[in-house]
T-cell receptor, first 109, second 117 residues
Framework: DAKTTQPTSMDCAEGRAANLPCNHS???????VYWYRQIHSQGPQYIIH???NNETNEMASLIITEDRKSSTLILPHATLRDTAVYYC??????????FGKGTKLTVNP | DTEVTQTPKHLVMGMTNKKSLKCEQH?????MYWYKQKAKKPPELMFV???????INESVPSRFSPECPNSSLLNLHLHALQPEDSALYLC????????????????FGSGTRLTVV
């Protein structure tokens, strides 16, 4: 599975959009981009995934560039409860879900 | 039921003790996992069970012994642990996609915080 690069940490004001970038320049054609988050002392939580089209669900939007080498997770109206570590993972349908270091997002009041 | 339940939530054990962590899911998922997470680090995969059979062991020391007695239960037996084994132990499950397209729908439990003294 391809590796990803994410900023170590980001800050966002409550009520504003949080835009979390992820680089995956070696992604192959059949690999999906997944986003998970982990709130302190809880298990990771699935957020969203996509192949090449932009995706939106009740939690977030995922924007994937046309060349698929990078993506952005958007939390449209961040709340204090969105403070967490966000993991961008690129994978095929293999068994392993491997976590990188992720981005520590802090939402400030 | 869309949850993975782990018990206990907290466990303190001595280096000579034997204890077990338990994980349960009723989503019909046929793949189950154990992850270990040290403080301020990402979760690391330990074991994968596929249809109740061990399919991946990520070179985990034998003092950790997994068991999958049925499709809903996953145990992790602990014996002669070291203080450095203190960590959050996460269980997860997922389902197999149709037409052999792989695995999806990972769902994690809240973990067992283990302290070895």
């Amino acid at each position: 599975d391809a590796k990803t690069t994410q900023p170590t940490s980001m800050d966002c004001a409550e009520g504003r959009a949080a835009n979390l970038p992820c680089n995956h320049s070696t992604i192959s054609g059949n690999e999906y981009v997944y986003w998970y988050r982990q709130i302190h002392s809880q298990g990771p939580q699935y957020i969203i995934h996509g192949l090449k089209n932009n995706e939106t669900n009740e939690m977030a939007s995922l924007i994937i560039t046309e060349d698929r080498k990078s993506s952005t997770l958007i939390l449209p109206h961040a709340t204090l409860r969105d403070t967490a570590v966000y993991y961008c993972i690129v994978r095929r349908g293999s068994e392993k879900l491997v976590f990188g270091k992720g981005t520590k997002l802090t939402v400030n009041p | 039921d869309t949850e993975v339940t782990q018990t206990p939530k907290h466990l303190v054990m001595g280096m000579t003790n034997k204890k077990s962590l338990k994980c349960e899911q009723h989503m019909g998922h046929r793949a189950m996992y154990w992850y270990k997470q040290k403080a301020k680090k990402p979760p690391e995969l330990m074991f994968v069970y596929s249809y109740e059979k061990l399919s991946i062991n990520e070179s985990v020391p034998s003092r950790f012994s997994p068991e999958c007695p049925n499709s809903s239960l996953l145990n992790l037996h602990l014996h002669a642990l070291q203080p450095e084994d203190s960590a959050l132990y996460l269980c997860a499950s997922s389902h197999y996609l149709h037409n052999g397209q792989g695995i999806d729908g990972y769902t994690f439990g809240s973990g067992t915080r283990l302290t070895v003294v």
